[in-house]
Nanobody, 122 residues
Framework: QVQLVESGGGLVQPGGSLRLSCAAS????????MGWYRQAPGNDRELVAD???????NYADSVKGRFTISRDNARRTVYLQMNSLKPEDTAVYFC????????????????WGQGTQVTVSS
């Protein structure tokens, strides 16, 4: 089993900052991509940002210049630094990761965290 545990969500005023963290644990041999998605009420889940094992990043247009994704491979952790937050950033943020399990007989994993709420409001 592979588990992803997020932390760092909360309530923040417009223009404020938050930092999300997501730690992976379990029978993991290697992690390929890690990323953050979000889902607001009534909307589909959408990609916010992702990062490869080599550090290449990809961002949704709506967050470019405001959010920064990074990862610590040794700690199996991905971070999302969110600055200049707007009310439209309000959503549940989900961590996602793909990779290879320790038991190579098993298929690669494709795992999601439980989600953390981010609310931007005055």
């Amino acid at each position: 089993q592979v588990q992803l545990v997020e932390s760092g969500g909360g309530l923040v005023q417009p223009g404020g900052s938050l930092r999300l963290s997501c730690a992976a644990s379990g029978s993991i041999a290697s992690i390929f991509n890690m990323g953050w998605y979000r889902q607001a009420p009534g909307n589909d889940r959408e990609l916010v940002a992702d990062i490869t094992s080599g550090g290449s990043t990809n961002y949704a247009d709506s967050v470019k210049g405001r959010f920064t994704i990074s990862r610590d491979n040794a700690r199996r952790t991905v971070y999302l630094q969110m600055n200049s937050l707007k009310p439209e950033d309000t959503a549940v943020y989900f961590c996602h990761a793909t990779g290879r399990r320790s038991d190579y007989d098993l298929p690669p994993f494709n795992s999601w965290g439980q989600g953390t709420q981010v609310t931007v409001s005055s």
